[in-house]
């Protein structure tokens, strides 16, 4: 086991990750938690005297501190803290997103503010150790898998935390692809796929082509605020609505009672999702005004469950619709859907997607893991075990260059095949112009606004000439990872000038150095 | 292709420099070589020796012999008649002083000799188009292998660097969307960055990375001119042949008179304030009848063919009625757009840059207006009106005479 697989496959959730290696005989595996489940709550509680727990001892931390404990913190990643979706999303949270010094969304946890990237750090860290302990060597490298429509900055991000957790990331691997290889896919004949993720936050829907070993995402669709958490709430809401007629308690002012209401929720779903009808038993969930417990003892029947979580599923059939849409497909055009993420587990998740599809759906047997899956078959595959596969990308939005106020324009297009690689040229606009700003942009349109900022370049050491006579031709790469990388030459002399970033979008590499080094000690002594 | 082929040679030593002039020309000039692009007899062709000091001696040539194509390279033998004696003597003094100053030659670059001794002739690359080069890269780290494998694909990017975008996949200029997808696929399996993953080197990584983005990028650009001629249709990394759903815009008039021009209103644009007749709304024997030359003997050839299904015939004929009825920026827009869906077609770009022409005379711009004219000539050295606007131009600027360019199109 020395230096077969010091790689392993990684699926970080938004709720729960994963690890997974592939055995010599080429059968996958999932590696069990400390905790022994097979997937880790991507949650990260931090204790009042610096203590720092993370997975399954995190979610009940947060019954206590439910503002010192992120979870969901891929929906962090790599964004900025005035994007639409975050402002949205931190209504939500019980801790408290606030912008970074360079716009990006960070949370605040008691005293001290966290980036996700380090929250992501310290959960891929627990996988590692985990993955350590199983192979008793030392990991280093993994392939991490991404959603689909990340764009370069989350794709950044991604690899930024695992840099801070001492992995080197050998590929980013968007999830529909990684599920469709968990699945086997390349072994199959040639299919169309639909993916369907409905996870504990998210809902992803991605079309794959897979032809002759050739695996291609036609388009991808999603909703990014529906899962399984809604359907737990929806059941809370349920709940709290009931007690209140019963026993006229406002259970929503209890910030005891709630967590423990909603952890219930939750395993009766799991429960529901087998049998016909759980018991919940809750002894002295809340008090009356005058003092009285009040217990919540109630069976609830999978009808129940279903009717409550109705609304929540009708938000299914969109995202799917547009997927087939963009992909310029009928849903009779589909071979296979594939059912990926623990909501699925939902019997009534199912009926609605074989009703949006008219299919029966593919039950996968491990819906949890079957990303990680993915991702392990992928590391056998950049160490040449696996042949014949073909992963085909492409960037999920363009890159636009601008310059002082100017429009942007567009040098990338979007859904150009990566890796790839364009230029523009630009000239100085002053006499004796030493110096060249250049704003970088993530997005199609001319307008500033409409695009995400992901950084200004400032170009040095330029040659004293008159005002348009010195060229700088900035070349922007786009790798195999979706990650972009920024490169000047100053054209006249031909000479490669220096470049900076002035303000960047993500983490410096100065923090993510320090940042690992101030969480790697931890894994030195992690592994008993 | 105008003008002398360039072909680069380089020679990481003084040694090959030396074996280049002593050993690899016979009967002194006469060189034998493969090169990547298909050779004509006769053709000029202008080689580049690049010394170890980078220097760069330029010789030049004609093809005399082409052989047969093996792996899309042929084989060609080059009379180099730059090779003179004078040549020889100047290259021996700097092989000399080269060989003086040591240490130069090797830096970074993998100089062991090519296999067979043969000196490194097929690193040709077009010396005008120079694509600035990474950092080098840590070959020294490679195994022997790995090694093979890495100057193997440096001459395959060195290859496509000079290659038009249908040249890199290997497929004609007026290939099917199958072909094209096809051929890229097989590229990616061959070049794609994760292929070159076991090896875990970062040079091989980096110059597997830079083919792939060659290759993705004629791609692209393939893929987007056949989308906009609405041959296929693109979704994600894919390309399919267009079905249903992408109309062919010439199917849209073709029986009915749907897409007839509308009677436009007639404005005289011209400065010269001559009025033009107005138009009756234009039936289709008179747009062709448009086209004549001469219209007296009724045997007028035709400025534009109408036995070739010319790409884009709708739009031409929309056009030439705009600018019959003197409505030349309408027409410049109509052309323009037509430009979007057939790219290629030269009829279309020279009848844009007369329009444009004419749009310019209306505002009196005659310079603009004669070098689009030129420009037309350029796209399509047949385009009639170009021609005649031209020389009516021309003389205009001796006596005044704007009639010739107002019945241009009528």
């Known amino acids: 086991m020395s230096q077969a697989s010091t790689a392993v496959g990684i699926d970080l959730g938004t709720s729960n990750s994963a690890v997974a290696i592939l055995d010599r005989d080429g059968a996958p595996r999932i590696l069990t938690t400390d905790a022994g489940t097979t997937t880790l709550p991507s949650a990260v509680s931090f204790g009042p005297d610096g203590a720092v727990v993370v997975g399954a001892p995190a979610v009940s931390a947060a019954m206590h501190r439910p503002e010192l404990t992120v979870f969901g913190a891929k929906r962090l990643l790599g964004r900025r803290c005035d994007d639409p979706d975050v402002r949205r999303l931190a209504h939500t949270l019980p801790f408290e997103v606030v912008p970074a010094p360079n716009g990006d969304a960070w949370i605040k ?18 996988l590692r150790r985990v993955a350590e302990k199983f192979l008793g060597a030392e990991v280093t490298e993994a392939v991490i898998t991404v959603p689909a429509w990340f764009d370069a900055g989350q794709r950044q991000a991604t690899k930024d935390a695992a840099a801070i957790a001492g992995l080197t990331v050998r590929r980013l691997l968007s999830e529909p692809v990684a599920a469709v290889l968990g699945y086997g896919a390349h072994r199959g004949q040639n299919r169309r796929f639909v993916v369907c993720d409905l996870g504990g936050g998210t809902f992803d829907v991605a079309v794959v082509d897979v032809e002759g070993g050739v695996f291609e995402v036609l388009a991808c669709a999603g909703d990014s605020f529906l899962g399984g958490d809604d359907i737990d709430r929806a059941v809370v809401d349920q709940l709290v609505r009931e007690l209140r007629h019963t026993h006229s308690v406002a259970l929503t002012s209890d910030p005891e009672a709630l967590p423990r209401l909603r952890a219930s929720a939750q395993r009766i779903k799991h429960l529901l999702s087998v049998g016909i009808a759980a018991d919940l038993d809750l002894e002295q969930l809340t008090r009356v005004a005058s003092g009285t417990a009040v217990d919540l003892r109630r069976p609830i029947r999978r009808d129940e469950l279903e009717l409550w979580s109705a609304p929540v ?14 992909a310029g497909r009928t849903r009779d055009q589909v071979d296979e859907v594939l059912l990926v993420g623990g909501m699925t587990r939902m019997p009534a998740v199912r009926r609605r997607i074989s009703e949006i599809f008219g299919k029966e759906p593919r039950l996968v047997p491990n819906p949890d893991e079957v990303v990680a899956v993915g991702a392990a078959v992928e590391v056998a595959r950049l160490d040449g075990r696996i042949e014949g596969i073909l992963l085909l990308d492409v960037t999920a939005r363009g890159l636009a260059v601008s310059i002082d106020d100017g429009p942007c324009d567009l040098v990338i297009a979007p859904s150009a095949v990566v890796p790839t690689r364009e230029h ?15 704003d970088l942009w993530e997005g199609e349109s001319a307008e500033r606004a409409a695009n995400r900022h992901l950084g200004r370049y400032r170009v040095s050491g330029l040659p004293v000439a008159p005002a348009g006579e010195v060229l700088v031709l900035v070349e922007l790469t786009v790798d195999a990872d979706g990650t972009t990388r920024v490169a000047t030459i100053e054209l006249i002399g031909g000479q490669p000038v220096d470049v900076r970033p002035v303000t960047h979008a993500g983490l410096t590499r100065a923090e993510v150095t320090r940042l690992a080094q101030t969480l790697l000690p931890g894994v030195a002594t992690g592994p008993g | 292709m105008s003008g002398a082929r360039i072909l680069r040679v380089r020679c990481v030593t003084w040694d090959q420099v030396e074996a280049f002039y002593t050993r690899k020309l016979r009967r002194g000039r006469v060189l034998s070589m493969r090169v990547p692009f298909a050779a004509e007899p006769n053709a000029e062709v202008t080689l580049g020796l690049e010394l170890p000091n980078q220097m760069v001696v330029v010789i030049d040539g004609t093809v005399t012999q082409v052989g047969d194509e093996v792996d899309g390279k042929t084989a060609v033998e080059i009379n180099l008649h730059g090779v003179t004696p004078e040549l020889v003597a100047r290259l021996e003094t700097l092989v000399a002083d080269g060989r003086a100053t040591p240490g130069e030659s090797d830096d970074g670059e993998p100089t062991s000799p090519a296999p067979d001794g043969e000196p490194a002739t097929a690193e040709v690359a077009m010396l005008d188009e120079e694509t600035p080069e990474p950092a080098p890269d840590p070959v020294a780290s490679l195994s022997e292998s790995e090694r093979a494998v890495y100057q193997s694909l440096e001459g395959e990017l060195r290859r496509m660097r ?10 004609s200029w007026g290939a099917t969307p199958e072909e094209v997808r096809s051929a890229w696929i097989a590229l990616g399996r061959r070049f794609h960055p994760d292929v070159m993953a076991r090896h875990r080197s970062p040079a091989l990584g980096r110059v597997c990375e830079e083919i792939a983005i060659h290759v993705n990028r004629a791609y692209d650009r393939m893929r987007a001119a056949l989308v906009a001629e609405g041959r296929a249709a693109a979704v994600g990394p894919s390309l399919h042949p267009a079905r249903g759903w992408l109309i062919g815009f010439d199917e849209l008039d073709t029986g009915d008179r749907a897409f007839e021009p509308h009677d436009p209103p007639v404005v005289p644009r011209f400065r010269s304030s001559v009025r033009f007749d107005n138009h009756e709304p234009l039936r289709e024997d008179e747009l062709f009848g448009d086209l004549k030359l001469d219209t007296s003997d009724g045997a007028g050839e035709l400025a534009m063919p109408t036995a070739r299904a010319a790409p884009g015939e709708a739009f031409e004929r929309q056009a030439r009625a705009r600018l019959a009825s003197g409505d030349h920026a309408a027409a410049r827009e109509i052309l323009s757009a037509a430009l979007h869906v057939y790219p290629r077609s030269g009829t279309l770009r020279a009848l844009y840059h007369v329009a444009s022409a004419m749009d310019a005379l209306d505002g009196g711009q005659s310079l603009l207006a004669t070098s689009q004219l030129e420009a037309a000539l350029v796209q399509d050295p047949g385009c009639r009106e170009a021609a005649v606007a031209l020389d009516a131009l021309r003389q205009r600027e001796g006596d005044g005479d704007g009639d010739v360019l107002r019945r241009l199109f009528q």
């Open chain 1, 109 to 126: 946890v008691g005293e001290r503010t966290v980036s996700p990237e380090e929250i992501a750090a310290r959960v891929l860290r627990d």
């Open chain 1, 313 to 326: 599923l009708r938000r299914l059939e969109a995202p799917c619709r547009e997927a087939l849409a963009r």
């Open chain 2, 162 to 171: 000079e290659l038009a975008a249908h040249e890199v996949l290997g497929v």
């Open chain 1, 424 to 438: 523009r040229v630009l000239a100085t606009r002053q006499d004796g112009q030493r110096e060249l700003d250049f």
